[in-house]
């Protein structure tokens, strides 16, 4: 997997995932992220269930591309150039909007013991 950068997300008291940013889906979008690290900000999961881990306020507004997606796949991080956030899936399902793809993470369970504006570190590792 050449071109991929790792990268290491701590949600504070509660887990640290490992996982990488791939630029082939939305380079643009991953440079403005990889930029941007290392960054802390208060995270929260998806309204009414634990779908996905979101960090909104990211600051990017990065808009879709023409590999923008609805359906997304556990492990997966994406941005959501609507509403600014970066999102770590949870579980398969389909987002209200187009969102860039821009890498994968690790999922492990003890993600779902976290609590609504946990501190969330991401990083290169």
Not at 41 to 46: A, L, T, W
Request: charged share 30%; hydrophobic share 40%.
């Amino acid at each position: 997997m050449s071109g991929d950068i790792s990268i290491q997300i701590e949600i504070f008291g509660i887990t640290k995932l490992e996982g990488y940013i791939d630029r082939i889906f939305a380079p643009l979008t991953a440079d403005a992220i990889l930029d941007k690290m290392p960054f802390v900000m208060r995270g929260r999961f998806s309204f009414g269930s634990k779908k996905y881990w979101t960090l909104p306020g990211l600051g990017l507004r990065e808009g879709t591309n023409p590999k923008s997606v609805k359906d997304v796949e556990k492990g997966e991080l994406v941005y959501n150039p609507k509403t600014d956030e970066l999102i770590l899936i949870i579980e398969n399902l389909e987002m209200p909007n187009k969102v860039n793809k821009v890498g994968k993470i690790e999922i492990n369970d003890d993600i779902l013991n976290a609590r609504n504006g946990l501190t969330t570190k991401i990083s290169k590792s």
